[in-house]
C-alpha cells in the first residue's frame, strides 16, 4: 500500500479499543468499523485498478508517440490543392504523352 495512506484494513481490523465505565457499545464500534474496513478494501482495490489504467495509457500514448514520430510528415502549409498539383505533375512527367491520348 502507497505510503499515502496511515491504515489499512488489517490495522482497523485488529485494532483494540480500552473499555471505560460509560463507553461505547463494543458491537456497535465493532459493526461500524467492519463497514470502514470493507471501504478502505474498496478504496484498495478501485485505487489498484486506476493505477493499471494509467500504466495502461501511458503505455498507449508511448506507442502512439512513437509510431507518429516515425510516419514521414507532409511539409508544414502544404494544401490538398498542392499535392494535387504535386500528383498531376508526376503523372505528366513519368506517363508523358500518353495520358492525354
Known amino acids: 500500500m502507497s505510503d499515502k495512506f496511515k491504515l489499512t484494513a488489517k490495522d482497523i481490523l485488529e485494532k483494540e ?3 471505560a465505565m460509560r463507553g461505547y457499545k463494543q458491537e456497535d464500534v465493532d459493526k ?3 463497514l470502514i474496513i470493507k471501504d478502505y478494501e474498496a478504496f484498495h482495490q478501485e485505487i489498484e485498478e486506476l493505477q493499471q489504467e494509467v500504466v495502461k495509457l501511458k503505455k498507449q500514448l508511448e506507442e502512439s508517440t512513437r509510431r507518429q514520430n516515425t510516419q ?3 511539409a508544414v502549409g502544404t494544401t490538398n ?3 494535387l498539383k504535386r500528383l498531376s505533375n508526376l503523372e505528366k512527367h513519368v506517363f508523358g504523352s500518353k495520358l492525354y491520348d
Open 17 to 19: 479499543f480500552k473499555t
Open 32 to 34: 461500524f468499523l467492519d
Open 72 to 74: 514521414p510528415q507532409a
Open 81 to 83: 490543392f498542392d499535392i
